[in-house]
Structure formats: structure tokens, C-alpha cells
């Protein structure tokens, strides 16, 4: 497979936590790769690609995507503490740059984002069974299922629901199961902070927006768009004192995010805006608001990813 020629073109990879997630006590599902496995593909990128910093693409950009190789860029979201710790000794030990899109409502007011709090409370909870008053109602034996089908569940009733209602939802959550979370603290150690940010601009990272809160733009009005996406640049460009050009929508996929949200970007000022449903990016048929990212899983083995990453470029389709 990997004697595939490779085509011209922009293969975006996106990365979210780096890690074990062995005993890990929060969303199992969000962990992309084991730091041997993601300087694995790293290794792999370098020998087959050329990898872009921001600047570089920017600059393609400007041009109208015109590409006359194979290029790769490495993007992380969310802004998890592991992306310091783990991903970025790695990513300069190689000297690459890589585009880090945090959502700043984590870094200036830590807490836990649903995600990882559902799964907190179900892997905490000692409660045979758990009753939710949802519409419909939903009942989980623990006895019966394990802890990961629980929470696969528990997340599909959470984005069903009305996210007016979040803390109404967590909140019952955390009462079925008796399980007390303390939001501050646990999101202290979970995300990065303004300084590991700082640091790793300084030398040579990126950072991006991942908007304000983490709210799918398809669902807020344009007002709430304009807010989550003003403030979130706003934030970024006052703490790190450096331009802030990119974003990536929450969640990412072609009906998380609208037209109004892609006109929004360009008004307040970013240059490019990165969706999350795989993909090649090619000459002529990129939308600076649109870069496709495809996403890499930590069940991928090292086999696996490479070849992921060849029949994408070559044929423009993920699997």
C-alpha cells in the first residue's frame, strides 16, 4: 500500500488527547493515539510529505490552494493538557509545527465539557442501575452492560437532548449515580493552560480557535455564532499577543456548522476554517472555510494509519 503514489494536494490530520487510555477516568473515545504510536506517524509524515506550519498554508491560501505536492498539517483540538505534555516534546523533538485549536472557555475557566463528565460519573458511580427521566425515560443495569456500552449510551441521550438544558441533565445525571464532580478542579488538570499556550507559540506552534464554549454553531442563532467565534479570537490575540487566523467547528461535520457560520469567520477576521468529516484537499475544489481534517483513533494500528493516510491522498475517500 505504500508504494501508492501519492497525489497533490492537503491531507489535514486532526488529533484531540495523546495517551493510554488504560484507567483513563474520562472520555475513553477522544484519545487519538499512544505517544509511540502518534511519533510513529509523525516519522511516517515527515518521509512522505511536506509538512506545512500555519504560515505556510495561510500563504497557500492566499493563493487559491494551488498545490503542486503531497502536504500534510498536524491539528489537535480541544486543548487538552496531554497536547503539551505529550504531543508537543515530540513534535519539536522532529522540529514540525503543529495548529492547536482550544476552546477558551476551558483554558480561562476550567471545568469538565459533557463529554468527560458523563463518562466521569459512569465510570465513578457504584449504583447497580441508573434512572434517567429523559424523554423517553432511560433505565441502564450495570450489572448487565459494561461501563463503555453505558456511556455510549448516556452520550447518545445527551446530544438528543436540548443543550439549554446541559446542566439540568448533569446535574440528574450526577444524582442517579451519587457520584459528586467537581467541575473546577478536574478541568484545572485536564486542559492546558494560558502558559503551556504561551510556550508553545513562542517556539514555534500555532494556536487556533475552537470557538468560546465548544457550541455547535448549526444550533445557536447568529448572534450566539458571532459572540462564541468574536470572543474566542478576542481572547486568544489578547493572551498569547499573537494574530489568531484559524478555527475548527466543534464537532465538524457538514451539518454542524452553516453558510452563516463560514461568512461570520471571514467578517471577524479568520483567514481559514477546518471541518472534521475527512476528506483531500485539492487544488481547485478547497473552501478556505471548509479544509477537510481527517480524524486519527487510537484502535488504528500503526499499519492501519499509514494506510488511512495513503488511500486518502490518492484517492480522495477515508475509511
Not at 23 to 35: I, M, T, Y
Not at 96 to 123: G, Q, R
Not at 228 to 234: A, K, P, T
Request: contains cysteine; hydrophobic residues 35%.
Amino acid at each position: 500500500m505504500e508504494s501508492t503514489a501519492f497525489r497533490s494536494g492537503l491531507l489535514a490530520l486532526n488529533y484531540h488527547r495523546i495517551g493510554e487510555s488504560a484507567n483513563n477516568l474520562f472520555d475513553d473515545g477522544v484519545f487519538s493515539a499512544r505517544p509511540e504510536d502518534f511519533e510513529a506517524q509523525v516519522t511516517y509524515l515527515r518521509r512522505h510529505f511536506r509538512l506545512l506550519n500555519l504560515r505556510e498554508l495561510l500563504e497557500i491560501s492566499h493563493n487559491g490552494f494551488q498545490f503542486s505536492e503531497c502536504c500534510a498539517l498536524i491539528t489537535f483540538d480541544d486543548g487538552y493538557s496531554d497536547n503539551f505534555e505529550l504531543a508537543y516534546p515530540i513534535l519539536r523533538k522532529h522540529g514540525i509545527s503543529a495548529v492547536f485549536f482550544v476552546p477558551t472557555d476551558y483554558i480561562e475557566n476550567p471545568h469538565l465539557p459533557w463529554w468527560d463528565h458523563i463518562a466521569y460519573v459512569l465510570k465513578k458511580t457504584q449504583r447497580p442501575t441508573l434512572s434517567l427521566k429523559t424523554n423517553p425515560p432511560v433505565v441502564i443495569n450495570l450489572t448487565k452492560t459494561s461501563r463503555q456500552n453505558a456511556i455510549f449510551q448516556i452520550l447518545r441521550v445527551f446530544k438528543s437532548a436540548s443543550k439549554a438544558n446541559e446542566e439540568g441533565f448533569l446535574s440528574q445525571l450526577e444524582e442517579a449515580a451519587e457520584v459528586q464532580v467537581d467541575r473546577a478542579a478536574l478541568g484545572r488538570e485536564l486542559f492546558m493552560s494560558w502558559s503551556n499556550l504561551d510556550q508553545m507559540v513562542e517556539t514555534g506552534m500555532s494556536v487556533g480557535s475552537h470557538t468560546h464554549t465548544h457550541q455547535i454553531m448549526a444550533q445557536l442563532t447568529e448572534v450566539d455564532q458571532r459572540r462564541e467565534l468574536g470572543l474566542s479570537r478576542e481572547l486568544l490575540e489578547g493572551r498569547l499577543k499573537t494574530s489568531v487566523l484559524s478555527i475548527s467547528y466543534p464537532v465538524g461535520g457538514p451539518d454542524k456548522f452553516t453558510a452563516t457560520t463560514k461568512r461570520l469567520c471571514g467578517d471577524l477576521g479568520y483567514k481559514v476554517g477546518f471541518s472534521f468529516y475527512g476528506g483531500i484537499n485539492r487544488t481547485g475544489q478547497t473552501d478556505p472555510f471548509d479544509i477537510k481534517r481527517i480524524g486519527i483513533d487510537i484502535t488504528d494500528s500503526p499499519f492501519l494509519s499509514r494506510t488511512r493516510m495513503v488511500f486518502t491522498t490518492a484517492f480522495g475517500k477515508t475509511f
